[in-house]
């Protein structure tokens, strides 16, 4: 990783300490086993399952297979899986998401209502389905507010803990973590690094790369389509068969 040596130092920033202490202290007081992790196998879900299997190794930890991740990093998420022996339940979504990209177009392209009722059919439904079956009263997720304005707003509103309309208590421990933080919160407890990451080319670099949405166009102009292509050309294939 090119910046390795920055995160490395950025783990002795005691701005960067008070923020895991805090995370830690609402996971300290909320954590049991009525809740579980949600993962994604990206780089901020990761810090979140190494925080909450510091306090209770075996919580039950749920991945949504949406069908759109790259194939690199769900293999880098069963090794996870096999090496620190998770309580680790994989949920497929029996809809087809590229005959969704075909029928309602590609993210970037949707409206807001649309994206909306996208999300909730491949990933908010079934996972609070999944919840209420299992009598689950909470999660933790990986939720940042530098993530984008959007999110900064959503977060700023909510807050780190809040209780969404079906209940279900959702706890956000990393909310002010920059993305400094994270990776150097990755070098400081040795965490493995998803692949994907490593792959700093086209423009792109650790900090920009993401784990999830590739099946878009969006950020062509800032390389990312070129570094779909470059690196997974199946996935790139399978974009252009969309357009």
């Not at 166009?217 to 199946?234: A, F, K, S």
Request: with cysteine; net charge positive.
């Amino acid at each position: 990783m090119k910046n390795k040596l920055k995160y490395q130092l950025w783990c002795k920033e005691l701005s960067f300490k008070r923020k895991v202490d805090d995370a830690k202290r609402i996971i300290e007081k909320n954590i049991d086993y009525s809740h579980y992790v949600s993962w994604s196998g990206g780089k901020d879900s990761n810090v979140i399952l190494h925080l909450c299997t510091s306090f209770i190794p075996d919580i039950p930890v749920l991945y949504i297979k949406s069908g759109y991740a790259i194939p690199e990093s769900y293999q880098f998420m069963q090794n996870i899986v096999k090496e620190m022996n998770l309580n680790y339940t994989e949920m497929p979504i029996d809809i087809d998401y590229l005959e969704l990209c075909a029928e309602f177009g590609l993210p970037h392209l949707r409206s807001y209502e649309t994206q909306k009722k996208v999300v909730s059919m491949i990933k908010k439904n079934p996972a609070n389905e999944w919840t209420k079956v299992n009598k689950f009263t909470g999660m933790f997720w990986g939720l940042r507010a530098e993530e984008s304005l959007k999110r900064k707003a959503f977060l700023q509103y909510k807050g780190r803990k809040y209780t969404d309309k079906n209940g279900i208590e959702r706890i956000s421990p990393i909310i002010d973590f920059t993305i400094n933080d994270v990776w150097a919160y990755h070098y400081a407890n040795d965490i493995p690094i998803n692949p994907i990451y490593l792959k700093e080319n086209c423009g792109q670099s650790a900090e920009t790369i993401r784990n999830t949405g590739w099946l878009s166009t969006d950020g062509e102009n800032n390389g990312r389509i070129q570094w779909l292509r470059t690196n997974y050309p199946e996935q790139f294939q399978k974009i252009r068969e969309l357009l």
